[in-house]
C-alpha cells in the first residue's frame, strides 16, 4: 500500500532480554518491526506475556537499566530513542510521545490532588505558571468528559471511580498535545459499559487532535474499533501484520485465527461451544527451534518445529508461519 | 423495601450514605477517623495527652519546686514519711516532695523524649531520604549513593542501641545534650532504613512509571510523588520511638549517665536512689517505674494504632 506521509515512529528489529546472572535469559521481545505513520492508529495484539507492554516500555526508554538488554532501532524524528540521552528523553516524554497506562488504580499517586497530577505535566513542558496550568488542567477534565472539572482538580485519586480516573489518565496524556500516544490496555481494567465510554473519549481526542495512536491490547473487540492497522504478537515476535479489514475478514496465522475462533458470539446458536485456543501461553518452544505456537497449532507441520519461520510478506501481508490458514470462502465473501 | 427517585432537579440521590462516604475522604483525614474508632488508640491517646498536660502544666500542678529537699530532717535511714495531705505522695529519699518530683519527671521524660527522637527523626530521615532518592530514580550512579549510605547507616545499626548511647553519653560528658544526642544516634538507622526502604518500594509503584512516562525530572517525581507516599511509616515510627526514647533516658540516667543536677527531678534518677530504701519506702521505687511503663505504653498504642490506620491493607 503506497503511503503518502514518512513514518513518525519506526521500531526497527527490536529484542528486549531479560537477564539475571547465573539464569537463561528471557526474550521477552525479538525482531519486532513495525511504523507509525502521523495519525494513524496501529494495533498491537496478544495473550498476557507476549511483549506487548515490554514492546511499548521499550518505545519509551522506561525499561530498568538493570539486567534489561535492548537492541534495534526505535526512530523519532531521525533519532535512535534506545541510545538517546536521558535528558532528550525525559524531554520528549509527555510532549511528543505520551502513554496511557493500563490500571488507573495504581497509575496515579495517591496522595497528591488529581489537578496538581494534571498540571505538573504542563508545566513540565510548556512555560506555564501554576494559575494557567491550572486552567488548562480543568478545560482538560471537561474534553474527557469529566463533569464538575473544578471541584475534581481538588480531589484525590481514591474520591474518584475507575472509568474517571482513566479519563484523568487520558487528560493527562493529551495535556501537551502528543504526536503519538502510546495506550497500554486502558480499557482492561474498567467494566464493559465503562470500557465503551473510555474508548470513546480516546477515539474522539486522538481524531480531534490528529494524533497517532499505538494501542495495546487483547481485545480484538477493542482493535476493531479503532485501529487502522493491526499487529499480533506471540511470544516476543509479530506473527501476522496487516490492515484491520484484512485481519479479521480472512486471518491467516493459527493464532490470529484462534484469537478470532475464541470470541464468543451473540449470533451464534446456544449451546454451540466455545472455541479457545488450546494449551496456555506458557507451552512454547523457543524461536530459535521453530515456532513458538507450534505446540498450540492446529495447522503444525513437521516444518514447524525444526526452523524458525521468518516473517514473510504474503501479498497482503506480513506473516510468520508455514503452513497459514486458507479461507477462500471468508475471501471471497470479502471481495463480493 | 422501595426506592423512590427525587423529582427531577431535585438534589442528587445519595441513598442514605452521608455526604462523605460518597466523596470519600482524604488519606489522612480518613486515618484519624480510624483511629477514633479504635479503643486502645482512644485509651493511648488520653494516656499521651494526660502526660504532655502535666508536662506542660507541672508548676501548675504542685506548690513545691522540684529537688528542693525541704523536709530533708523527716527523712532518716530507717523511714520515709508516706503519703500525707501536704504531700500526697509523701517525700523521697532526701526529702524532696514526691508528687512534685513525679510531676516535673513528666516533663523531663517529655523533652528527652521529643528532643531526642526528633534529633533520630531528622538526621535519619535525611539519611533515608537521600539514600531512597538515589536508590528510587538516581540509576547506577544513584544506586551506589545509595548503597555507600546504607553500609554506614548498617554500621551504626550493628552498634547495639544503648552501648551506642552510653558511649556518645560518656564521651560527651554528662549533661542534658549529650543523652539527648545519644538517644538520638541510636535511632538513626531505624528511621534511615524504614524511610529508604519505603522509597524504594514506592519507586517501583505504577505511579512513579507513570510519571517518568511523562517526562518529568528525577528529582521531581522524588519530591512530589515518592516522598509523600512514603513519609506514613516514618510518622509513625517517630511516634512508637518516642516510648522507647523515653525508656532509654531512664535507662541511661538509672546508669548515671543522665543529666547530674539533683534539682532536676528524673524519673530514671528517681529510680535508682528509691534503690536502697526499697524495704522501707517501695513506692519510691514503684512509682516511677509505673509512670515509665504507663507512658511508653500509651505512646504504643497510639503508635501502633496510627499505623494501623495508615495502613491500606487494613481499611474498611
Not at chain 1, 189 to 206: F, G, H, R, S, Y
Not at chain 2, 6 to 18: D, E, F, N, R
Request: charged share 20%.
Amino acid at each position: 500500500m503506497p503511503t503518502p506521509a514518512a513514518p513518525l515512529l519506526t521500531v526497527r528489529d527490536l529484542a528486549v532480554t531479560f537477564g539475571v546472572r547465573g539464569q537463561r535469559a528471557v526474550h521477552a521481545v525479538d525482531e519486532v518491526s513495525f511504523e507509525i505513520r502521523p495519525g494513524q492508529h496501529v494495533g498491537l495484539v496478544g495473550e498476557s506475556g507476549s511483549g506487548k507492554s515490554v514492546t511499548s516500555l521499550a518505545i519509551m526508554g522506561l525499561l530498568p537499566k538493570r539486567g534489561v538488554r535492548t537492541s534495534g532501532e526505535v526512530l523519532w524524528g531521525g533519532r535512535n530513542l534506545l541510545t538517546a540521552d536521558p535528558d532528550e528523553l525525559s524531554r520528549l516524554r509527555g510532549r511528543e510521545i505520551a502513554m496511557v497506562f493500563q490500571d488507573p488504580m495504581t497509575s496515579l499517586n495517591p496522595v497528591v490532588p488529581i489537578g496538581v497530577q494534571v498540571s505538573e505535566v504542563i508545566r513540565r513542558h510548556e512555560k506555564a505558571d501554576r494559575r494557567e496550568a491550572q486552567d488548562r488542567a480543568e478545560a482538560l477534565l471537561r474534553q474527557v468528559g469529566i463533569p464538575d472539572p473544578g471541584r475534581r482538580l481538588r480531589e484525590y485519586p481514591h474520591q474518584l471511580s475507575g472509568g474517571m480516573r482513566q479519563r484523568v489518565l487520558i487528560a493527562i496524556a493529551i495535556a501537551c498535545g502528543p504526536k503519538l500516544l502510546i495506550a497500554d490496555e486502558p480499557t482492561t481494567a474498567l467494566d464493559v459499559t465503562i470500557q465503551a465510554q473510555v474508548l470513546e473519549v480516546l477515539k474522539e481526542l486522538v481524531a480531534d487532535t490528529n494524533a497517532a495512536l499505538l494501542l495495546i491490547t487483547h481485545d480484538l473487540g477493542v482493535v476493531a474499533g479503532i485501529c487502522d492497522e493491526v499487529n499480533v504478537m506471540y511470544s516476543g515476535r509479530i506473527v501476522e501484520s496487516t490492515t484491520r479489514n484484512r485481519l479479521f475478514a480472512t486471518p491467516r496465522h493459527p493464532y490470529t485465527g484462534g484469537l478470532l475462533e475464541s470470541i464468543p458470539r451473540l449470533d451464534s446458536p446456544r449451546g454451540a461451544p466455545l472455541r479457545p485456543i488450546p494449551g496456555s501461553p506458557n507451552q512454547t518452544i523457543p524461536w530459535t527451534e521453530g515456532c513458538a505456537f507450534a505446540p498450540r497449532c492446529g495447522n503444525r507441520i513437521d516444518e514447524c518445529t525444526s526452523s524458525p519461520p521468518p516473517l514473510k510478506y504474503e501479498g497482503d501481508r506480513d506473516l510468520r508461519c508455514y503452513n497459514p490458514l486458507s479461507d477462500p470462502a471468508r475471501a471471497e465473501a470479502v471481495q463480493a | 423495601m422501595s426506592i423512590t427517585l427525587p423529582p427531577a432537579g431535585g438534589p442528587p440521590v445519595t441513598l442514605g450514605l452521608p455526604e462523605e462516604e460518597i466523596h470519600g475522604v482524604s488519606l489522612w483525614r480518613g486515618a484519624f477517623r480510624r483511629v477514633r474508632r479504635n479503643p486502645s488508640a482512644i485509651a493511648g491517646a488520653i494516656i499521651v495527652a494526660v502526660f504532655v498536660l502535666v508536662a506542660v502544666f507541672a508548676p501548675l500542678l504542685t506548690p513545691y519546686a522540684p529537688g528542693s529537699a525541704e523536709w530533708s530532717g523527716q527523712v532518716t535511714p530507717t523511714s520515709v514519711p508516706g503519703p500525707s495531705a501536704d504531700h500526697w505522695l509523701g517525700l523521697d529519699r532526701f526529702g524532696s516532695d514526691m508528687w512534685t518530683q513525679m510531676v516535673y519527671g513528666a516533663r523531663q521524660s517529655l523533652v528527652y523524649g521529643v528532643v531526642s527522637t526528633a534529633i533520630g527523626l531528622i538526621v535519619g530521615a535525611t539519611l533515608g531520604l537521600v539514600a531512597g532518592g538515589f536508590g528510587a530514580v538516581g540509576g547506577r550512579f544513584g544506586q551506589s549513593v545509595d548503597t555507600f549510605i546504607m553500609r554506614c547507616v548498617d554500621v551504626m545499626l550493628s552498634i547495639p542501641s544503648l552501648l551506642l548511647a552510653v558511649s556518645i553519653a560518656a564521651v560527651l560528658g554528662q549533661n542534658a545534650y549529650s543523652v539527648m544526642i545519644a538517644i538520638g544516634a541510636a535511632q538513626v538507622p531505624i528511621f534511615a532504613r524504614l524511610l529508604r526502604g519505603s522509597m524504594l518500594s514506592q519507586g517501583r509503584s505504577d505511579y512513579v512509571l507513570a510519571a517518568g512516562a511523562l517526562g518529568l525530572r528525577k528529582k521531581r517525581i522524588v519530591v512530589s510523588h515518592v516522598v509523600p507516599n512514603s513519609v506514613g511509616p516514618t510518622i509513625v515510627q517517630a511516634t512508637l520511638n518516642l516510648a522507647t526514647a523515653i525508656i532509654e533516658v531512664a535507662a541511661l540516667s538509672y546508669l548515671g549517665l543522665g543529666a547530674s543536677d539533683p534539682a532536676i527531678a528524673e524519673w530514671g534518677r528517681m529510680l535508682v536512689a528509691a534503690q536502697d530504701r526499697f524495704d522501707v519506702a517501695p513506692r519510691l521505687a514503684i512509682l516511677p517505674g509505673v509512670a515509665i511503663a504507663i507512658t511508653a505504653l500509651g505512646f504504643t498504642l497510639f503508635g501502633e494504632a496510627l499505623r494501623e490506620a495508615l495502613d491500606p491493607r487494613t481499611r474498611r
